[in-house]
């Protein structure tokens, strides 16, 4: 099952998450990305697998990406 980590961000924020995961290994998927050249599609979505959830999330946090 997918979880949801970032919704609704910019294109630099989606584009350092990437960078962070793919360093650790994390497989994700980004929902929407032609959003990030088109902003009035409705927005991305960067979702991780449950397993790699607590992961991902310490890494975004430590990144500054999400609270």
Known sequence: MLRSLLAHRTAADVA????????????YVVRNEHALLVPLVGGTELLVDADDEDKAAALLRHAGLIA
């Open 16 to 27: 350092l998450a990437r960078s962070i995961l793919d360093a650790a290994g994390v497989t």
